[in-house]
């Protein structure tokens, strides 16, 4: 039996799946804050070693070429090629969206087409999915990280962005830079209610949206894998704490009660906010390949469904799609794209 690995090797995050037989048999993230050198991609690849050493051939995505520990894409593209490819070997096929796989000598050549090009990985292999289950290939894709969303539609199959870069993706509303854990308060909103009136935030790095939810009692332990703000625990006391340095407050001024309604708040905004590309996205198709079904994924598949029942349209989830077996169905949606190219390259040649 051929298992073969897929790797998504982000700016904070390496994600890793395990395909056999068409079908994911396991799937982690690790974390990788690449920012601080390549030397924590080399950890990454370390830590994940025991699930890559239980395949025999990998396929591989990035968007860890955007980090500011590169001057430019190119640079970032080859220093991931050469990192992972000394890991894995000569073998190793690389994603390069619309063109498919090729080689490291061909992924560098056409950096511009490797560089994040993880959504179209998920999309694709959503599109054939949805077309073999015999439903409607027409969908919107919406992926959300720990720190990005992204919102594709899906025409006929195929992945049908309107920006294949990450400018023209923020500007077309294919990429809303919000996610579910490392985005702080003050990139969400700048005020909440709190005793019945508006109180302003302070706007430093004090809290997380990990720490939100965290107070909420809606984040699974191990979907934050990244140090918080002030280098402290993660117990929802510890969270409470930082997100009341917000407010320049201490927890003990309010209820908890009054606290979790302030962090509901803050919530409801980032969900507007995805709501808001969505209906941008959706604005820009013609109506007749408009979406009959939401394809969720992510690290919390429910935020997804959510919006799904705001564009009143059904959904379903990603690792379905996937045929993610009982027990993996979280794991797989959070390390979608690393699913994707791995069940991709057992079905797509090199270019």
């Not at 003990?252 to 803050?266: F, T």
Request: one cysteine or more; hydrophobic letters at 45%; a negative charge.
């Amino acid at each position: 039996m051929t298992i073969v690995a897929g790797l998504d090797v982000g700016g904070a995050h390496l994600k890793v799946s395990l395909v056999a037989d068409g079908q994911p048999i396991a799937a982690r993230q690790f974390a990788c804050p690449l920012w601080q050198g390549l030397d924590k991609l080399d950890t990454a690849l370390e830590n994940a070693r025991e699930l890559t050493s239980r395949a025999s051939a990998f396929a591989v995505t990035m968007t860890g070429e955007l980090s500011d520990l590169f001057e430019t894409r190119k640079q970032g593209v080859a220093a991931i090629v050469d990192r992972v490819t000394a890991e894995f070997g000569p073998a190793t096929r690389f994603w390069m969206g619309h063109k498919l796989f090729g080689s490291a000598d061909t992924a560098r050549l056409n950096y511009p087409d490797v560089s994040s090009a993880n959504f179209l990985a998920t999309a694709t292999l959503a599109g054939r999915r949805l077309r073999a289950s015999g439903a409607s290939a027409n969908a919107l894709l919406i992926d959300i990280g720990s720190t990005s969303t992204d919102i594709i539609p899906i025409i006929d199959a195929r992945p049908a962005p309107r920006g294949l870069t990450d400018p023209d993706r923020l500007t077309s509303g294919e990429l809303i830079y919000t996610g579910l854990t490392r985005t702080a308060v003050m990139a969400v909103c700048t005020r909440a209610p709190f005793a019945g009136t508006w109180q302003n935030f302070a706007r430093e790095y004090l809290a997380t949206m990990a720490d939100v939810r965290r107070i909420l009692g809606v984040l699974p332990d191990d979907l934050d894998v990244h140090a918080t703000a002030d280098g402290r625990g993660k117990s929802p006391e510890e969270s409470l704490a930082r997100f009341a340095r917000m407010f320049c407050r201490e927890a003990g001024d309010a209820s908890l009660a009054s606290w979790q309604q302030a962090a509901s708040y803050v919530i409801e905004l980032q969900l507007r906010s995805i709501h808001e590309g969505c209906a941008q996205v959706l604005s820009g198709l013609n109506p007749d390949t408009s979406p009959e079904t939401v394809v969720t994924t992510g690290l919390d598949t429910s935020v997804g469904n959510e919006i799904a029942r705001r564009l009143g349209l059904p959904f379903r989830t990603f690792s379905v799609l996937a045929r993610a077996p009982a027990g993996l169905e979280a794991a797989v949606d959070c390390n979608a794209p690393a699913v994707a190219v791995a069940l991709l390259s057992i079905e797509s040649p090199d270019v």
